[in-house]
């Protein structure tokens, strides 16, 4: 038993995977989305806080939007979690003169109206970032 135990944990290293490579910062509101859904469905919620803006993370912690993320509300009913995983994404307009965007969702669930939202985006430092919901 002593031997299987030693074998076992000499042979978990091989079966952890090597660390992922980081990601380079999204360099346009398109590749910001592709983004924020992937995170979302794996629900990595720290990676997704490393996409919001300055201006959002002097709003919220780390700590306090990692453990609140799953149950934020767009709108009445409509969880952000939700939007971003089940609704179509319609586009972005980027404004060059200002770094900034908008990004437009569409979320319908049977028996409930459409929600369309208004995603505010920012490019700070090259990167694009998600900066509030209109």
Same mark, same amino acid.
Do not use: H
């Given at each position: 038993? %002593?031997?299987?135990?030693?074998? !076992?944990?000499?042979?978990? +290293?091989?079966?952890?995977?090597? &660390?992922?490579?980081?990601? +380079? +910062? &999204?360099?346009?509101?398109?590749?910001?989305?592709? #983004?924020? %859904?992937?995170?979302?469905?794996?629900?990595?919620?720290?990676?997704?806080?490393?996409?919001?803006?300055? %201006?959002? $993370?002097?709003?919220?912690?780390? !700590?306090?939007?990692?453990?609140?993320?799953?149950?934020?509300?767009?709108?009445?009913?409509? #969880?952000?979690?939700?939007?971003? $995983?089940?609704?179509?994404? !319609?586009?972005?307009?980027?404004?060059?003169?200002?770094? $900034?965007?908008?990004?437009?969702?569409?979320?319908?669930?049977?028996?409930? +109206?459409?929600?369309?939202?208004?995603?505010?985006?920012?490019?700070?430092?090259?990167?694009?970032?998600?900066?509030?919901?209109?």
């Amino acid at each position: 038993m %002593r031997t299987a135990l030693v074998a !076992l944990l000499l042979a978990l +290293p091989a079966c952890v995977g090597a &660390p992922t490579r980081e990601d +380079p +910062p &999204p360099a346009t509101p398109d590749a910001l989305v592709s #983004r924020v %859904r992937v995170l979302t469905v794996d629900e990595r919620w720290s990676a997704l806080y490393d996409l919001l803006s300055a %201006r959002q $993370k002097e709003q919220i912690s780390r !700590l306090e939007f990692v453990l609140g993320f799953s149950s934020y509300t767009v709108a009445p009913g409509y #969880r952000v979690a939700d939007v971003i $995983k089940g609704g179509q994404f !319609l586009g972005a307009i980027e404004n060059a003169e200002s770094d $900034k965007g908008i990004v437009y969702y569409t979320y319908s669930e049977p028996g409930r +109206p459409r929600l369309d939202a208004q995603v505010e985006v920012i490019c700070e430092d090259g990167a694009w970032r998600l900066d509030g919901v209109r």
